[in-house]
C-alpha cells in the first residue's frame, strides 16, 4: 500500500487480550506522529468467538494465549487482514505453516532479557531462602523460621538449558553469586563461554550434576516435555527446576509425581502447559477446574507466577514500540524484519532482500 494512502486513512489495528498496562504503554508509543494508528483495545482473547471483531482492520495484533490455528487465519484472510502482530517473542500459539504465503507474522524478538532472566532468578532465591513464606509469617506476627532452611547458591551447579539473550544473562547473574554453571544449546557460543566460565555440556551432565536447573529455550516439537519421568529420575535429589520459558517444555503431570516423591526438592513455573485459560484472568472468587494446576497449586515448594516474568517497564515499552514498527515497516515500506514463518522455525527460510518471508 503506498505510503500517500496510508497517510490519507489511518491504519487500524484490533489488539486482542489487551489489558489497562497495553493501552497506557502502546498509546504512548502511539502518540508518536509517525504511528498515530487506529488500535482498538479488545479485552477478549482471539479466537472463534472473536475473530469477527477483526473485520475492517488492517491488522490483529495477538498475545502469548491467543491460538491463532488455521480456521482462524482463514477468516482473517476473508476479512482482508494482511498481518499477524504477535507482542511477544514466542510464536508456538500461531499456525505457521497454515499462515505462511497467505498473512506476514511478525513478532517481537526480543524487548528486555533482562527482565526474564533477573525474574528466573528471583524465582530461585525465593524458592531457597522461603521469603514468600517469611513474609505471610510475618504479617501474622509469626516469628519464628522453623522450616525456612535455605542453602548457600555459592559452590553450587546451576544447569542453564539454552544460552540465547536470557539465558546468558542468567548465566552472568548466577556467575556472580560463585556458582558452577553448566549449559547446554543446540548452537553454542563457546566464545561466551570462554569469557563468563560457563562450560558446554550435554543435557544428560545437566541433568545428573545440577543443583538448579533452568529453561530457556524455545519450544519446538523435538523438545516438548523435555523435562519429563525419564529425565527427572536422572536428575540429583532435591533438585529445584525454573521454567520462565514455556510450559510444554515440561510434563506437568511428571512434575507432580517428581514432587511427591521429593526427587524434586522445589520448583518455580512463570509458565504452564495449558496457561492459556487462567494466566492473566482473575479466578479469586472460583474454584480451579484444571485438577493438575490446582494440584500444583498445593504443594508448599511450588512457587508460579502467572506469566509475569516480561513484565517490566522497559519491557512493556519495547514491546509496544517494536511492534507498532512491525506494523509501520509492512505498510510503509513493504518491510519484515520481524517476520517468522514455519520456515523460520524449522530454520530453513532465506528471507529476500526485502526481509520478508514471502
Known amino acids: 500500500m503506498p505510503t500517500k494512502e496510508i497517510k490519507m486513512v489511518k491504519l487500524r489495528i484490533a489488539m486482542f487480550d489487551s489489558k489497562p498496562y497495553d493501552k497506557e504503554f502502546f498509546d504512548r508509543i502511539n502518540a508518536d506522529p509517525k504511528y498515530s494508528y487506529e488500535i482498538h483495545y479488545i479485552p477478549g482473547h482471539f479466537n472463534k468467538d472473536t475473530v469477527s471483531l477483526a473485520r475492517g482492520f488492517d491488522a490483529v495484533c495477538v498475545f502469548v494465549n491467543d491460538a491463532v490455528d488455521e480456521e482462524l487465519i482463514k477468516e482473517l484472510r476473508e476479512y482482508g487482514i494482511r498481518l499477524i502482530a ?5 510464536y508456538n500459539n500461531v ?87 553448566l549449559v547446554h544449546d543446540l548452537y553454542p557460543d563457546h566464545k561466551f563461554a570462554e569469557q563468563t566460565g560457563a562450560k558446554y555440556v550435554d543435557l544428560d551432565t545437566i541433568y545428573k550434576t545440577s543443583d538448579i536447573i533452568t529453561l530457556h529455550c524455545p519450544l519446538t516439537p523435538e523438545n516438548v516435555h523435555m523435562i519429563n519421568i525419564d529425565t527427572i529420575s536422572r536428575m540429583k535429589n532435591g533438585v529445584m527446576i525454573i521454567n520462565t520459558g514455556r510450559g510444554k517444555l515440561i510434563n506437568t503431570r511428571d512434575l507432580i509425581e517428581g514432587l511427591k516423591s521429593r526427587k524434586i526438592g522445589s520448583a518455580g513455573l512463570d509458565v504452564y502447559e495449558e496457561e492459556g485459560d487462567y494466566f ?77 518471508c514471502f
Open 86 to 90: 504477535l507482542r511477544s517473542a514466542g
Open 280 to 356: 492473566f484472568e482473575d479466578f479469586s472468587a472460583e474454584a480451579i477446574s484444571d485438577d493438575v494446576l490446582a494440584r500444583l497449586l498445593t504443594f508448599p515448594n511450588v512457587l508460579i507466577t502467572a506469566h509475569q516474568a516480561f513484565f517490566t517497564r522497559e519491557a512493556l515499552a519495547s514491546i509496544a514500540e517494536t511492534t507498532l514498527e512491525n506494523v509501520r515497516l509492512f505498510f510503509e515500506e513493504d518491510k519484515l524484519p520481524n517476520e517468522i514463518c514455519y520456515r523460520c522455525s524449522e530454520g530453513k527460510c532465506v528471507k529476500q532482500e526485502k526481509g520478508k
Open 95 to 181: 499456525d505457521l505453516k497454515s499462515s505462511y504465503g497467505k498473512i506476514h507474522v511478525v513478532r517481537v524478538p526480543a524487548y528486555s532479557p533482562y527482565a526474564v532472566a533477573e525474574h528466573a532468578v528471583a524465582l530461585m532465591l525465593s524458592l531457597n531462602r522461603k521469603t514468600h513464606k517469611a513474609y505471610f509469617r510475618t504479617r501474622d506476627s509469626n516469628f519464628t523460621i522453623n522450616n525456612l532452611i535455605g542453602f548457600d547458591m555459592h559452590g553450587k551447579t546451576a544447569g542453564v538449558i539454552g544460552t540465547g539473550k536470557i539465558g546468558k544473562i542468567v548465566c552472568e547473574i548466577l556467575k556472580g553469586f560463585g556458582m558452577q554453571v
